[in-house]
Every structure is written in C-alpha cells, then in structure tokens.
C-alpha cells in the first residue's frame, strides 16, 4: 500500500551535491528520531525507576534533556528539506515567478548568513568548552562538549542544506519557496 503525501520536498535533479545533501539531511532526521525515541526509553526507564522500585535517578533527566536538544538542532536540516518549518506564502503567492525567486533569494541569503553565524558562534562554544574540559556540575558530570558538539553539527548540517536550496533554486531544480507557477 502506497502513502500519498502533498509535502513538499526540496528537489535534487540529476545534480550529484544536492542528492549528498539530501542524503544527509535524511539521515541527519533518522539520527534525530532515534534520539527522540531513545529519550522517550529513558523516560519511562526513569519512571519505573523512581516510582516502581522507589529509587533515585542520576543521570536520566539530564540524558533526556541533552538528547531532545540535540535532536531538535540535528534534526533542522531535514525538517527544512521537507519545508516543514513554519511559513507563510502569502506573499510568494502573490507575487509572479521572476519576483518570487528575488524574495527566495533575499530570504535564503539572510538565512544562510544568520545560520553561519549561529554556526561559528556554535563551533566556538563547543571548542571552548572541549578545550576547558567542562563537565556538568550534577552528579553524572558528563563533559559538556559531548552535547555541547550538536550546536555546530545542527547548525552547520541546516547550513549545507540551505546553500542546497539556493543552488537548487538557482539552477531551476527547484522552483522559489517550492511554489509551482500558477
């Protein structure tokens, strides 16, 4: 049995970097769900834990909170290669295709600009951190720099995927907000 989608997903062509984009964007999103699945373990290990055996949890909650966070950073390149961010094509739909692809192109150039900054600031973050040897003043003590290391992953991974969609649009693979002239 086939499953019909009306998403929208960013178009690769016959061009060999953009279907490497796509590929890692996919599993960048499989390595978030598992993340999200593997929280949702915990959690309910954590539970039983505390309420069943009436035991303490050490590490459990801290674990959950690293892993979502993680998750939802790695996970924004594939969310933005199906285009499930929130927008609104209001305007892209009222425009004619020669103005929407101006507005794509402003808009995914001050994206790509904010997501490279978020990414340097990011890396720097995680290194500082890596090159202190932080670790978390609970009773875990996890180095930080290990979830730390999902700030220039994320960032850098959503980058990659929005120079994708510029050069996808660019090259007419995929059309400005991935909106069909109508």
């Known amino acids: ?18 279907r490497a984009v796509a590929a890692i964007s996919t599993v960048a999103g499989w390595v978030s769900a598992t993340m999200i699945v593997s929280a949702v373990g915990i959690t309910c290990q954590m539970i039983y834990v505390r309420f069943v055996l009436n035991g303490s949890t ?47 192109t402003i808009t995914l150039s001050l994206s790509i600009v904010i997501v490279a900054i978020m990414l340097y600031y990011g890396y720097d973050y995680w290194h500082f951190a890596w090159e202190r040897g932080w670790r978390s003043d609970t009773v875990w003590g996890p180095p930080l720099w ?8 994320g960032f850098g991974l959503l980058l990659l995927q929005l120079i994708a969609d510029f050069i996808a649009m660019w090259t007419d693979v995929d059309p400005p907000f991935g909106l069909q002239d109508t």
Not at 81 to 92: A, C, K, S, Y
């Open 58 to 104: 050490v590490w459990q909650t801290e674990a959950v909170i690293y892993l979502v966070i993680a998750a939802t950073l790695i996970g924004l390149p594939y969310v933005q290669r199906l285009r499930g961010h929130v927008n609104v094509d209001l305007i892209p739909l009222a425009l004619p295709m020669k103005a929407r692809k101006v507005l794509a």
């Open 146 to 153: 290990i979830p730390y290391l999902s700030l220039p992953i």
């Open 1 to 18: 049995m086939a499953i019909e989608s009306n998403a929208v997903v960013a178009q690769t062509g016959g061009n060999p970097f953009l």
